[in-house]
Each structure stands twice: as structure tokens, then as C-alpha cells.
């Protein structure tokens, strides 16, 4: 009788920590989810901020500076639930406005345009790369809290579903080459 009640408690321990093991790495995911987001927004930020400094300098033709404007401002004061909208809104905008060369050409041309094309181009590569790392941060969240034992335990505690960001984040043709 001793013997068994000995093996349930070492099988109890051993599960114990098997859940807790699995409790922590859900966390450390949750905490690498939150970084990738703070990753993202911040590179998401930079691209409107650029846009928006750009669109200020005089630097492009004014219907190209309003349409880059306008684009940028609605990505930076987007509410959460529209920020995906908004930020594809705004790659869609930079296409359009730097959809040839020609367009790129002219602004590194005008004074001080090298160092915008190239804090633009910079900016936009960007985005794809830290959307990327925030969705594969999410799709490894989501399979560890699909499993049963993370379910049936609560394992994930108060913690949110994570939640992908889907946006159109293609570059311009012209400024997603490294500038040389």
C-alpha cells in the first residue's frame, strides 16, 4: 500500500512539473508574441512617420504628397480594430505613387531626397520582415494552446487568443531593391 500511494505521488509530482514546464514555455511565447507586436508597431509607426516626412518636404508633386499624407496620417491615428486596413491603405498609396523608378529617380534628386528615398526604402522592407516574425510568434502561441493539456489545465491563464496581422505589405517595385 505504501509503495503504490509513493508511485501516485512521484506520478503526480512528475506531471506537475510536466505542466508547469509547459505553463512556462506558454509564457515565454506570449512574452516573444508581445515583443514581435512592440517590433511591429514600432516599424509600422516608422514607415508612417517617414511617409508623412516625406510627403511634408515639398520633395514630390502635390497630388503625390497629398495622397502620401493623408494615407499615413490615417495609419498613425487608426484604432485598433482598423489598423490592418489602414496600413494596407497606405502600402497601397506608396505603390501607387512610386509604382516607376522615375518617381524615385526625382526624389533623390531634389535636395536632400537621397536620404528620404533611402529612410523610406529602409522602412518599407521592413514592415514585411516584422510582420513576419509577429505571425510565426502566433501561429507557435496558438499550436501550444490547441493542445488538450494546455486547455483542460488553463494552462494559458487570463491571457488573450493571439491574433495575426494581416495587411498588404508589398513594397513598391522601386524601393524594395537595396538602394546601392
Known amino acids: 500500500m505504501t509503495a503504490t500511494l509513493i508511485w501516485i505521488f512521484v506520478g503526480l509530482v512528475v506531471i506537475g512539473v510536466y505542466l508547469s514546464w509547459t505553463a512556462g514555455r506558454l509564457d515565454r511565447l506570449h512574452t ?8 511591429l508597431d514600432a516599424q509600422l509607426v516608422r514607415r508612417a512617420s517617414v511617409t508623412q516626412e516625406l ?3 515639398g520633395v514630390l508633386d502635390p497630388a503625390a504628397s497629398i495622397v502620401l499624407y493623408e494615407a499615413a ?3 498613425r491615428q487608426a484604432e485598433e480594430e482598423h489598423r490592418e486596413v489602414a496600413e494596407s491603405e497606405l502600402s497601397q498609396a506608396l505603390r501607387a505613387v512610386f509604382a516607376e523608378q522615375a518617381q524615385v529617380d526625382a526624389v533623390r534628386e531634389a535636395p536632400g531626397g537621397e536620404e528620404a528615398a533611402n529612410e523610406l526604402a529602409a522602412a518599407v522592407r521592413r514592415v514585411p520582415m516584422a510582420r513576419r516574425f509577429h505571425n510565426d510568434a502566433v501561429r507557435a502561441a496558438r499550436a501550444l494552446r ?25 513594397p513598391p517595385a522601386a524601393l524594395a531593391d537595396r538602394p546601392s
Open 73 to 75: 496620417h490615417a495609419a
Open 146 to 170: 490547441r493542445h488538450r493539456k494546455v486547455r483542460w489545465f488553463r494552462l494559458a491563464g487570463h491571457a488573450p487568443f493571439p491574433l495575426a496581422f494581416e495587411m498588404d505589405d508589398e
Open 32 to 39: 516573444r508574441l508581445d515583443a514581435a507586436r512592440a517590433a
Open 55 to 57: 510627403a511634408t518636404s
